[in-house]
């Protein structure tokens, strides 16, 4: 049972920051990837015997259940986020350094499962296989997702050069 336990925390010290990376692109924010890392590490921590037995890779399991998490929290809230009081102004707030960011803001506005394809695609540097099987679908799927979502990321970031006076040459 102990060596299981130290296996579960190799892989945790191990994936841990590139984690926490897949769950900031996911999520928008870090502290969102934060809570959506330990979530999905919970609960696979209790059954990662079984995890490392069925999946032939541990770590592609975990990006397909925060994938699916997180799609599901974000069907739960709609992106709303209704709150009872505003929040006191003094509090001193950790500032995303990407929150400007126009195609940091254009990947936030994706639907979940294409910001998930493209992210998985261009930041962690995944093939369409091994994204299919991460995500839990077929390599058609994962085509479709990353060229809606590249012909989207298009449209805006054209928009915010023109916008921004520069050039549009395509």
């Known amino acids: 049972m102990s060596g299981d336990l130290v296996d579960f925390s190799e892989f945790v010290q191990a994936s841990l920051p590139g984690l926490l990376r897949y769950g900031h692109a996911l999520t928008g ?3 969102d990837a934060a809570d959506l890392v330990q979530t999905v590490l919970e609960k696979i921590g209790s059954r990662w015997t079984q995890v490392q037995r069925k999946t032939g890779d541990p770590l592609a399991y975990v990006r397909r259940s925060m994938a ?16 009872a009081d505003l929040p006191e102004t003094s509090a001193v707030a950790a500032v995303d350094p990407f929150e400007h960011e126009p195609l940091w803001q254009a990947l936030r506005d994706l639907p979940p499962r294409q910001r998930a394809v493209i992210v998985l695609r261009y930041y962690e ?25 590249l012909a989207s990321l298009r449209v805006k970031m054209t928009s915010v050069r023109t916008d921004a006076g520069g050039r549009d040459d395509g």
């Open 125 to 149: 540097g995944l093939s369409e296989v091994e994204i299919a099987a991460a995500l839990g679908v077929s390599q058609g799927t994962v085509k479709s997702q990353a060229s809606k979502a």
């Open 68 to 83: 699916n998490a997180h799609i599901s929290r974000w069907r739960r809230t709609k992106r709303e986020n209704l709150v």
């Open 29 to 31: 924010n870090p502290h």
